[in-house]
């Protein structure tokens, strides 16, 4: 579905000011179950593997599907707040607007990820959460390191193990 590409988007890329890390993750989500739930009229089940309208937007109803992934993306707003407090990570809220923006834009064909738009991250959510921890340095999360080596081994270094965390 749409949110986990969101989910990845907001990962690896507040009313009068930048959104807080929590808003930036409830808005989207509140966001993309409306937008989903706009187009359901556009919906091809026949572009996705069968699968129903309800199983593809996580629930019968906006309401449902804001509820089931905030449950889902809870615990990665969590873990991006967590990071970003430990100095592990920075975040851009100016960066996060600009990205919820882009969201907002898509067609429903990307919103719902058909004929031809897959899992497209609009280029603004990138430099969302900048990864300040340098290679061979300790990090908890892929965000959390400043290459694209991810973060791996024992004991978890970015750069550690083989690179397939990403």
């Not at 937007?57 to 615990?75: I, M, R």
């Amino acid at each position: 579905m749409k949110l986990r590409s969101v989910a990845l988007a907001l990962v690896v890329a507040g009313c009068g000011g930048d959104p807080s890390i929590s808003d930036l993750f409830h808005d989207e989500v509140s966001n993309v179950c409306h937008r989903v739930f706009d187009c359901k009229d556009q919906y091809d089940a026949s572009m996705h593997t069968g699968e129903t309208f309800e199983d593809y937007a996580g629930g019968s109803t906006v309401d449902e599907c804001v509820t089931n992934a905030d449950g889902f993306l809870g615990s990665a707003a969590d873990e991006a707040q967590a990071a970003v407090d430990a100095k592990r990570v920075k975040y851009d809220g100016a960066q996060a607007q600009k990205c919820l923006d882009a969201f907002d834009a898509e067609t429903c064909d990307e919103v719902l990820e058909q004929n031809g738009q897959t899992e497209i991250t609009p280029t603004a959510c990138a430099g969302v959460f900048t990864g300040l921890v340098a290679t061979g340095g300790s990090c908890t999360e892929d965000i959390d390191c400043a290459s694209d080596d991810g973060c791996d081994g024992a004991p978890m270094t970015c750069g550690g193990g083989d690179g397939s965390a990403r």
